[in-house]
């Protein structure tokens, strides 16, 4: 199962996401549901990367991509990202809800995280 975590600010934005795990639906290099979960999560880092100000922080490795962003970003710089990361939520949502017993979305606050 895929496991999607969004961290949340004390403002209630999203300030990253962190995806793990592997969705099963099908072989290794033939399972659309994560190359569909990949494919949003790899293209909203590259969108952040390439629109904003300061470099997100980014962590990859098998399995398990996280994504955070500046804390000094400018007020253009956060809507920018702020958009970028709600086109995400909304993709890995739909996602989520057509196949459900292979991708889960979670919130939790970005405090909670270390």
Same mark, same amino acid.
């Given at each position: 199962? $895929?496991? &999607?975590?969004?961290?949340? #600010?004390?403002?209630? =934005?999203?300030?990253?996401?962190?995806? @793990? #795990?592997? %969705?099963?639906?099908?072989?290794?290099?033939?399972? $659309?549901?994560?190359?569909?979960?990949? !494919?949003? %999560?790899?293209? %909203?880092? *590259?969108?952040?990367?390439?629109?904003?100000? #300061?470099?997100?922080?980014? @962590? $990859?490795?098998? #399995?398990?991509?996280?994504?955070?962003?500046?804390?000094?970003?400018?007020?253009?710089? !956060?809507?920018?990202?702020? &958009?970028? *990361?709600?086109? *995400? =939520?909304?993709?890995?949502?739909?996602?989520? $809800?057509?196949?459900?017993? /292979?991708?889960?979305? =979670? /919130?939790?606050?970005?405090?909670?995280?270390?």
């Amino acid at each position: 199962m $895929i496991r &999607v975590t969004f961290w949340r #600010g004390r403002d209630g =934005e999203l300030g990253g996401f962190r995806v @793990t #795990g592997h %969705a099963g639906y099908g072989t290794k290099g033939g399972d $659309i549901v994560c190359a569909a979960v990949s !494919a949003l %999560a790899q293209t %909203a880092v *590259l969108g952040l990367e390439d629109q904003l100000e #300061g470099k997100p922080q980014v @962590t $990859i490795s098998d #399995g398990d991509l996280q994504c955070r962003l500046p804390a000094d970003l400018s007020p253009a710089g !956060a809507r920018t990202a702020r &958009v970028i *990361l709600r086109t *995400l =939520e909304v993709g890995l949502n739909t996602i989520a $809800i057509d196949y459900r017993p /292979y991708v889960q979305v =979670e /919130y939790k606050t970005l405090s909670s995280e270390t």
